[in-house]
């Protein structure tokens, strides 16, 4: 089950009037339109949040109401239910007549760096006599703050970003030359913490509503050049892309699996009792102007070396207060083979080996009019699931 917020009227000042959906194959159910027919009467909850522009105020109800509403939605949804046949053009919007907007209200967003095999790319390329890893790697979940201001909804443009850089060992100023993709899970934190009391790791699964596909952008060129001392900067602050499509956490448990075998075992705080990773496959296409679309990229979310509850667990340990719809991204996710690798900057090895597409044009990094779909879903014998696509489109 999927929730996002949608519009598909205007209010009598001709603003959007924005409520909150849920996907149902083509469809949005109208969550909104559902309760103010009554359909939610007996929950005893606030019906007003579906008629909310983000999802925070539904999220905040709490794990309980979640689950309440979803039960009811199912039977709305279910085969055999007559419920809502005679009211189906009232509470049915298809999505080809419906604006898809940022999901939730975005206080704080926080990208983790928990991809080990992207870092270990990172490293062999740019300390190719060192180790790969940085001593700190395998002791915690590395991380930057972000900024939440330029985070889009799935579809939107994105404008290539200009920034200091060195071009042929001189300091130029201009476009990035190096614009690349990054295949990232976000968490939506689903409660707050008091600040100053770090969540416990066995307890900070039960802080993620949702999870929601990620493109972190980032202009490789601008970035060697600043993040020496401190850090991503404007190689990384001028746009990411999220899914207008959250899934709530519970859907993963069917495809729940362990992880790594974390060798040196982690501090105490770190420690976790249930398997926390996910057999959840991913994929990066990419659309050059000539319209041919191409799989560069397949993926697994299994590949991350740490996992949700060490994110969180790490995160707030020195006192940090999450709040809810903070954003919690993985880092690239990238897999072992080249072919797995969640990012251009792996795919073309920092472009010493252009990827051919079958245009006849090659790749190394991201060019205008470039279009990048990142997708995923999860199949068992019982149970499927499926996030939304992100998209995102280069602009000069």
Same mark, same amino acid.
């Given at each position: 089950?999927?929730? @996002? *917020?949608?519009?598909?009227?205007?209010?009598?000042?001709? $603003?959007?009037?924005?409520?909150?959906?849920?996907?149902?194959?083509?469809?949005?159910?109208?969550?909104?339109?559902? $309760?103010?027919?009554?359909?939610?009467? &007996?929950?005893?909850?606030?019906?007003?949040?579906?008629?909310?522009?983000?999802?925070? =105020?539904? #999220?905040?109800?709490?794990?309980?109401?979640?689950?309440?509403?979803?039960?009811?939605?199912?039977?709305?949804?279910?085969?055999?239910?007559?419920? #809502?046949?005679?009211?189906?053009?009232?509470?049915?919007?298809?999505? $080809?007549?419906?604006?898809?907007?940022?999901?939730?209200?975005?206080?704080?967003?926080?990208?983790?760096?928990?991809?080990?095999?992207?870092?270990?790319?990172?490293?062999?390329?740019?300390?190719?006599? @060192?180790?790969?890893?940085?001593?700190?790697?395998?002791?915690?979940?590395?991380?930057?703050?972000?900024?939440?201001?330029?985070?889009?909804?799935?579809?939107?443009?994105?404008?290539?970003?200009?920034?200091?850089?060195?071009?042929?060992?001189?300091?130029?100023?201009?476009? $990035?030359?190096?614009? =690349?993709?990054?295949?990232?899970?976000?968490?939506?934190?689903?409660? %707050?913490?008091?600040? @100053?009391?770090?969540?416990?790791?066995?307890?900070?699964?039960?802080?993620?509503?949702?999870?929601?596909?990620?493109?972190?952008?980032? !202009?490789?060129? *601008?970035?060697?050049?600043?993040?020496?001392?401190? @850090?991503?900067?404007?190689?990384?602050?001028?746009?990411?892309?999220?899914?207008?499509?959250?899934?709530?956490?519970?859907?993963?448990?069917?495809?729940?699996?362990?992880?790594?075998? +974390?060798?040196?075992?982690?501090?105490?705080?770190? +420690?976790?009792?249930?398997?926390?990773?996910? &057999?959840?496959?991913?994929?990066? %296409?990419?659309?050059?102007?000539?319209?041919?679309?191409?799989?560069?990229?397949?993926?697994?979310?299994?590949?991350?070396?740490?996992?949700? !509850?060490?994110?969180?667990?790490?995160?707030?340990?020195?006192?940090?207060?999450?709040?809810?719809?903070?954003?919690?991204?993985?880092?690239?996710?990238?897999?072992?083979?080249?072919?797995?690798?969640?990012?251009?900057?792996?795919?073309?090895?920092?472009?010493?080996?252009?990827?051919?597409?079958?245009?006849?044009?090659?790749?190394?990094?991201?060019? &205008?009019? &470039?279009?990048?779909?990142?997708?995923?879903?999860?199949?068992?014998?019982? %149970?499927?699931?499926?996030?939304?696509?992100?998209?995102?489109?280069?602009?000069?």
């Amino acid at each position: 089950m999927l929730y @996002g *917020i949608f519009s598909n009227d205007t209010a009598e000042n001709g $603003s959007a009037r924005l409520r909150v959906g849920v996907q149902y194959n083509e469809l949005i159910l109208d969550l909104d339109c559902v $309760s103010t027919l009554g359909y939610f009467n &007996d929950l005893g909850i606030d019906t007003t949040v579906f008629a909310k522009p983000v999802l925070n =105020d539904f #999220i905040a109800l709490g794990k309980p109401v979640h689950q309440a509403v979803r039960q009811r939605i199912t039977d709305l949804l279910r085969s055999d239910a007559a419920a #809502i046949v005679d009211v189906y053009d009232q509470v049915f919007t298809h999505e $080809s007549r419906a604006q898809l907007h940022l999901p939730v209200r975005i206080g704080d967003y926080t990208d983790f760096y928990a991809g080990i095999h992207h870092a270990e790319n990172v490293g062999r390329m740019f300390r190719p006599d @060192g180790d790969p890893l940085l001593p700190n790697y395998r002791h915690m979940p590395v991380a930057y703050h972000g900024r939440a201001s330029s985070i889009v909804v799935s579809g939107t443009s994105i404008r290539r970003p200009n920034g200091q850089f060195m071009q042929a060992g001189a300091l130029s100023f201009g476009p $990035s030359q190096s614009l =690349d993709f990054e295949l990232e899970l976000g968490l939506i934190i689903g409660k %707050s913490n008091p600040p @100053g009391e770090p969540i416990p790791v066995d307890e900070a699964e039960s802080y993620i509503f949702g999870v929601t596909l990620f493109n972190d952008w980032s !202009a490789r060129d *601008i970035q060697r050049w600043e993040y020496q001392p401190l @850090g991503p900067f404007l190689g990384k602050n001028f746009a990411s892309s999220m899914s207008a499509w959250v899934l709530p956490f519970e859907d993963l448990e069917p495809f729940r699996m362990a992880g790594p075998v +974390q060798e040196p075992v982690p501090l105490p705080y770190l +420690q976790t009792t249930t398997p926390g990773h996910f &057999d959840v496959q991913l994929a990066v %296409s990419l659309r050059t102007e000539s319209g041919e679309e191409v799989c560069i990229s397949r993926s697994n979310v299994q590949y991350l070396y740490w996992n949700f !509850a060490q994110m969180i667990a790490h995160h707030t340990v020195g006192g940090c207060n999450l709040n809810i719809g903070d954003v919690l991204a993985t880092g690239t996710i990238s897999g072992i083979d080249p072919d797995s690798y969640g990012s251009l900057l792996e795919l073309s090895w920092n472009g010493t080996r252009p990827i051919s597409l079958p245009d006849g044009s090659t790749r190394t990094y991201l060019l &205008d009019g &470039d279009a990048v779909a990142l997708r995923a879903f999860a199949r068992t014998d019982n %149970s499927t699931i499926e996030l939304g696509t992100v998209t995102g489109t280069i602009q000069s």
